[in-house]
């Protein structure tokens, strides 16, 4: 379908959609029709560092432990794509920093980042994470992270107002009813993946789309 004959297609759709009085269908209608929004980085990292991320769980320890590696590579993957970080870790070089050193829970931040030879660090702290809705025991992923990005010679960079860190909304996933062993894996990967994607947005220019409200339906997949 050419691009004329597509116009027409949706003016026609538009017109049903007004006759009937389909307000929830005007309003889809418009979100898609609109064109996406442009959003400024909240903080733009000097360019050309070496960015150590940093997903920890201190004050609300997690109780699916690989999400911190999934989360880790995710970032990783997303700071070297948009040329925020000109390179990154690997999650089990962190790993092994913990592993060999006896009081690395003491270190700060900046000293994590010292002894991994890199020159920011993008600390991730995991506030609250979730696999299954515990009423109905249907996978429904929950993550919610708060992030401050360090310099390991100069402290803090980013936010500076902020000592706790800047708080990004939470990434929840649509209620989903599966009994094939292992689904946590699947659900794992799919919060890192949107709250990596949220994480990085906050430190390079973007197009947000207009967001579509949620049907809430549950999706019901057949066991593998």
Known sequence: MNRRATG???????????????QQG????????SPPEKVKALYKPPEGKKILVFVDDVLNPVTYEPIKGELTEQINEKLVMHKIAASTVPYDRLTQLRSETPNFDRLSVAEVGQKLNVDLVLYVHID????????NLLWQGRIQTTVRLVD???GRLWPQDQPEGYSLPAVELPPVDNSSGGYEVQVAKDLASQMADHIAEVFYDHTQPVALQPSGNIEHKPAE
């Open 152 to 154: 390991v010679i100069a």
């Open 8 to 22: 027409t297609a949706w003016l026609a759709l538009a017109a049903m959609l007004m006759s009937t009085g389909c």
């Open 26 to 33: 005007l309003g889809w209608l418009a979100a898609n029709l």
């Open 128 to 135: 609250k994470f979730s696999l299954r809705d515990e009423t």
